[in-house]
C-alpha cells in the first residue's frame, strides 16, 4: 500500500511516502506567510523515482490546530491531487496523535483505511476538511 501524507503548522512543512514497508520523510522551515513549493517536497520522497502520484493509493493530511491558513493550504493541494486522481483522502485531527509529526500521521491514515477494509468511498475527498476546536466567528455574508 502506498500513502501520501502533507502536514504544515506555518513555520515547517512536511511530507511523508509509505511505499508497502518502506517510509520517508521529507521536512522544511519556511517564513510563516510563504506557501510550500509542492514539486520541491515531492521531489524530496522520490515522486518520479520511486513512485509516481498515480499509484498513490491513499492522501492524508495533517489538520494542525496551529495554523489556520497552512492547514487550508495543504488540505487544499491534497484535495486537488485526490480528486484528479480519483483516490481517496483522510484528514487526521491533531488530537489523535501524541506525536503529531509527518510520519505518525502516514501511519494513522493507512491504519484507518485498512480499518475500514479499503473502502474508498469512506473518504471521500470532499468531505477531507479541516475542523477547528476554538470557533473562529468568521462573520457570515448578507447576516
Known sequence: MKVLAIKS?????????????????????????????????????????????????????????????????VASYMKGLAVALDKPLISIEENLCKNFNIDSIAQIAKQRFVDFGHNKNKFDPKHANPKYEIDLKFKKLNE
Open 9 to 73: 503548522d506555518g513555520e515547517e512543512t512536511s511530507i511523508s511516502v509509505i511505499l508497502d514497508d518502506e517510509i520517508n520523510s521529507f521536512s522544511m522551515s519556511h517564513n510563516r506567510k510563504d506557501r510550500p513549493v509542492w514539486d520541491i517536497f515531492l521531489d524530496n520522497v522520490g515522486n518520479n523515482k520511486t513512485f509516481i502520484l498515480k499509484d498513490i493509493d491513499l492522501f492524508a493530511f495533517g489538520d494542525d490546530q496551529n495554523s489556520y491558513t497552512a492547514t487550508r493550504s
